[in-house]
T-cell receptor
């Protein structure tokens, strides 16, 4: 299926741990994003990559480090997890350019205990 | 600064028409998007406006007035499956979207 996929779908971990979330798209897009959706359902941009280059880095703690090994993949590594990191993290992708909509992955629900 | 406002909740009945408003004040503007998000699922694209006026796609229409910083999403012939959150988002410079907090629409029979 053509889509944006993320793994894992659910992630439960303890404070202080390091974890990664993986994202892959097979839509041929050249721009990928990470969004965070908090408990109040507010969806907020974290990072954006275009052709493996970081183009947007919002005010996100440097415990969060995105990595794009190629145009089809954008992974998110989180160090020293905190309770406030609990949220749903969505990966998205689009063609470059202002006219194109973004396609979202199914989300990864991260719970930090 | 940037601010995108939409009502938190709305209710409607099957077969009715509902209009979800969105007002925005952003430091840049390169288009306004509407997304639908069912509980526990990913947002899915509904419509996009970059010029003033009405865009129609089946039961869904979206309107934009850039001078007023205003958009609305119009849903006609409501169905139970339309119960979802509707997210208004503005594209500033670059390609990332700035989202409003969403409007939860409940459709009853």
């Amino acid at each position: 299926d053509t889509a944006v996929s993320q793994t894992p779908k659910y992630l439960v971990t303890q404070m202080g741990n390091d974890k990664s979330i993986k994202c892959e798209q097979n839509l041929g897009h050249d721009t990928m994003y990470w969004y965070k959706q908090d408990s109040k359902k507010f969806l907020k941009i974290m990072f954006s990559y275009n052709n493996k280059e970081l183009i947007i880095n919002e005010t996100v703690p440097n415990r969060f480090s995105p990595k794009s090994p190629d145009k089809a993949h954008l992974n998110l590594h989180i160090n020293s997890l905190e309770l406030g990191d609990s949220a749903v993290y969505f990966c998205a992708s689009s063609h470059q350019g202002l006219l194109y909509e973004q396609y979202f992955g199914p989300g990864t629900r991260l719970t930090v205990t | 600064g940037q601010n995108i406002d939409q009502p938190t909740e709305m209710t409607a009945t099957e077969g009715a028409i509902v209009q979800i408003n969105c007002t925005y004040q952003t430091s840049g503007f390169n288009g306004l998007f509407w997304y639908q998000q069912h509980a526990g699922e990913a947002p899915t694209f509904l419509s996009y406006n970059v010029l003033d006026g009405l865009e129609e796609k089946g039961r869904f229409s979206s309107f934009l007035s850039r001078s007023k910083g205003y958009s609305y999403l119009l849903l006609k012939e409501l169905q139970m499956k339309d119960s979802a959150s509707y997210l208004c988002a503005v594209r500033q410079a670059g390609t990332a979207l700035i989202f409003g907090k969403g409007t939860t629409l409940s459709v009853s029979s």
